[in-house]
């Protein structure tokens, strides 16, 4: 599914990834978690083809992710970011189906989809008509989230998705997430910063620190047999508010 | 087939900005075609009419009303192109070919427009105009030359009599026309020739000049001989005991070609030599300046009492009149605007996806915008020739900057993850730009055409002096005539037709800029409290 290889980016002098390997499982969520500046938000946007690693090679569906193929790919690619990136001159129905006009999909189609994904999300019919502007936080999420799955793509890109939200609308949105990609059974790489959201998505975990993958294995094993110092120490500042949300999930 | 029309009914609810702004263009482009058959319609007939220009003080707008009554009178069509402001633009617009033929004073013909070439003999200069295809009258009768002329007290306080007396009074305020402050002929030769020592010098308009002597803020201006305000204003002019100020005889200049094109009516130019003396010039401009008489009836009592001619005049009404400039100056502005849109939108796109072409495009739109308007109008008259094209080529340029720079900051504030969430999403280059980006800097792009399309109303007024009529033309007459009303003929319209189009742009807004952009954040909190539909599932 997607595959990285041999990576390396530098930021005007300073390493963002150094010799980065990591293969994404499909119908799998894999979360991307580390410190600020590890490069966890540099691997998501080099998946999305937004920047070109140095070295290295990024793969999609078996093959290489370069200029030649990019729109393809991202036809099969949903992405989301913080605050949603909905386009604030567009309605809800305009954002979420502006690619599939581009596409010529007939107007039934378009309709018919739209529906679904709004039940999907628990969004009501009257909120297609409304702009950005008139929605909350956790809508504008739920719009977003519409918008990344319209094409029924192969790969969900999440970049702190829910982190601009309050804790009691993002405890909601994590539930309600988990549950929509459970069912779908979509590959997603999500980036987070926040332990407890990483292990309550997370297949996989995938811990980096200062360019490099430290640690990538189950939450279980990342919990319990952290692989560096490190490791356990970003475990155990982490610990007590994921111990709190993962008891009130349950 | 089936594929188009779905394409079409699905682009419906898309933004409109790219559609808003076409409709625009359009609108404003066609103002130009209107408003200059308007113009030309009234002034088309075979033959090809005469042109005849001349320069914007009343003396000059008086003998070109009389070259066209005379015209008229032989049978033959003329067009007066009054108040083309000075020398530069008229000698430019005969050598053209845009005008036929205009008054001059053959002292600024040897001193200024020939100056440098050996003209010392009637011979030497008659080859000097024919090498450049131009032909010259005989005087017509009466020499306006330069004088140095101080308020009848204060030449009687300090007992001046002649030039050389200044000398003695280097306190004195001297306020000159800002052409004879520059011309060689005039204030440097002037001071060197008469050493003097004053160095509060003013440059100002020479019918500001009267208005400055009579408020006290000039001791010391220079006058025409034929002024008729010297006497009005109980000026003395002083004797030029140095001979400084050469012979400026009155004289037709023309092109050669009329004698061939128009026989009958330079023939019946010529009937003007000899014809006018000092007094009767002075009488004519005093009848206009002091009198409030027309031009052209000024003109054609010369016709009737000098030369026995019966001619009838025929003014405008003030209100075809008034639609008439409107038409011009809205075509000047309306063409320009358009233009200038069709352009600096792809040039603002242009600087902001390559920030070293941004650099230039936007130096050199700036850059642009510092020459001043009247400097750029004499630049533009050797290409364009005078009057409609030049002005709007000028309104063009300067109409550039305030929208490429508008456009450019629209789309430089669009947030980076707003644009990187249209590319992920697949959208082409193309389609981000028409879809996203373009209607997102809606808003800033329109203020910049609203301001480019404010600054061009004031601009415009200023393209009466190179022959484009519209609002200036009053103005240019009523700082001439010194006639507070007639400036305000000009002024008022021009402000009205800026407010006017504030105001259309105001209402642009509601289809050019999208509705997602208009509401105000507030409206959120509707939302916002609106019972939260979704309750967790458990």
């Excluded at chain 2, 090809?48 to 070109?64: A, H, Y």
């Excluded at chain 2, 100020?245 to 128009?262: P, W």
């Excluded at chain 2, 430089?412 to 990187?420: G, L």
Aim: hydrophobic letters at 45%.
């Amino acid at each position: 599914m997607l595959r990285f290889e041999g990576i390396f980016k530098d930021y005007g002098g300073t390493p963002a990834l150094a010799d980065v390997d990591l293969h994404v499982p499909e119908a799998q969520t894999t979360v991307l978690i580390g410190p600020s500046g590890c490069g966890k938000s540099t691997l998501l946007r080099l998946a999305a083809g937004l920047i070109r690693p140095d070295r290295g090679q990024v793969w999609f569906e078996g093959a290489p992710l370069d200029t030649g193929n990019l729109r393809p790919a991202r036809l099969r690619m949903g992405y989301m970011i913080q605050d949603g990136g909905l386009f604030p001159h567009l309605s809800v129905r305009d954002n979420v189906t502006l690619m599939a006009r581009q596409l010529d999909w007939p107007r039934e189609r378009r309709e018919q989809r739209l529906a679904e994904l709004a039940d999907l999300v628990q969004l009501p019919p009257a909120m297609l008509g409304r702009y950005p502007i008139e929605l909350s936080g956790g809508q504008r999420q739920r719009v977003a989230l519409m918008r990344a799955l319209m094409l029924d793509p192969d790969l969900l890109l999440l970049d702190e998705p829910l982190g601009a939200l309050d804790p009691m609308i993002r405890f909601e949105l994590q539930r309600e997430l988990k549950a929509i990609f459970a069912r779908l059974g979509k590959t997603v790489l999500m980036v987070t910063h926040d332990l407890a959201e990483a292990v309550f998505f997370g297949h996989r975990i995938v811990l980096l620190r200062a360019g490099r993958i430290v640690q990538q294995a189950e939450p279980r094993v990342i919990l319990d047999n952290p692989a560096e110092p490190f490791v356990a120490q970003f475990v155990a500042a982490q610990r007590e508010p994921q111990r709190v949300l993962l008891g009130a999930g349950r | 087939m089936r594929r188009g029309m779905l394409r079409r009914a699905s682009s419906r609810r898309l933004p409109a900005t790219g559609l808003g702004l076409a409709t625009l263009v359009a609108l404003l482009l066609a103002v130009g075609p209107v408003a200059w058959s308007a113009e030309s319609s009234a002034e088309e007939s075979t033959p090809r009419p005469v042109v005849i220009g001349s320069k914007k003080f009343t003396e000059s707008v008086i003998l070109g009303e009389t070259l066209r009554l005379l015209a008229r009178d032989a049978g033959h069509p003329a067009r007066h192109r009054a108040e083309l402001g000075g020398t530069r633009i008229l000698w430019g617009a005969l050598l053209s070919g845009e005008i036929d033929i205009y008054p001059e004073y053959s002292g600024t013909l040897v001193r200024e427009i020939l100056s440098g070439e050996d003209v010392s003999s009637p011979e030497l200069l008659e080859a000097a105009l024919a090498a450049r295809g131009v032909q010259s009258s005989a005087s017509l009768g009466f020499e306006n030359t330069y004088a140095i002329a101080v308020p009848e007290s204060l030449a009687e306080q300090l007992g001046l009599q002649r030039i050389s007396d200044l000398r003695e009074h280097p306190d004195l305020r001297f306020g000159f026309s800002s052409e004879f402050l520059d011309r060689a002929d005039g204030w440097p030769g002037l001071r060197q020739r008469y050493r003097l020592p004053q160095t509060r010098v003013q440059g100002l308009d020479h019918d500001l000049v009267y208005r400055g002597i009579d408020a006290g803020h000039l001791d010391v201006t220079v006058v025409y001989t034929t002024d008729a305000e010297i006497a009005r204003y109980g000026l003395r002019m002083l004797d030029d005991d140095l001979g400084y100020f050469e012979d400026y005889q009155a004289i037709l200049l023309y092109r050669a070609e009329l004698a061939e094109e128009a026989p009958d009516a330079l023939a019946a130019f010529r009937r003007l030599e000899g014809a006018i003396d000092a007094p009767t010039m002075a009488g004519m401009n005093g009848a206009v300046k002091l009198e409030g008489d027309s031009e052209q009836t000024v003109a054609a009592r010369l016709l009737s009492e000098g030369l026995g001619l019966e001619v009838t005049v025929s003014g405008q009404g003030f209100w075809s009149q008034l639609g008439q400039r409107t038409l011009e100056h809205l075509g000047l502005v309306g063409v320009s605007l358009g233009a200038a849109i069709l352009f600096a939108v792809p040039l603002g796109v242009l600087a902001a996806q390559n920030a070293r072409l941004g650099h230039l495009i936007l130096g050199i739109t700036g850059m642009i915008q510092t020459i001043p308007s009247l400097a750029l109008f004499v630049f533009l008259i050797p290409w364009l020739g005078i009057g409609w094209l030049p002005t709007v080529v000028a309104l063009f340029l300067y109409g550039l900057l305030p929208i490429v720079r508008n456009t450019h900051a629209g789309l430089m504030d669009i947030p980076v993850p707003i644009r990187e969430s249209a590319d992920v999403l697949g959208l082409t280059r193309g389609a981000r730009l028409r879809l996203i980006e373009l209607p997102l800097a809606a808003n800033t792009i329109l203020a910049g055409i609203k301001t480019s399309a404010v600054l061009n109303v004031g601009t415009a007024t200023v393209a009466a002096l190179i022959g484009a009529g519209g609002y200036g033309q009053p103005i240019l007459t009523g700082i001439r005539l010194d006639d507070t009303a007639l400036i305000m003929q000009g002024a008022v319209p021009a402000a009205l037709l800026a407010l006017g189009l504030q105001g259309l742009f105001e209402f642009a807004e509601r289809w050019v800029v999208p509705r997602g952009l208009r509401l105000k954040p507030t409206d959120g909190v509707r939302a916002d409290a609106d019972p939260d539909p979704k309750r967790p599932r458990s």
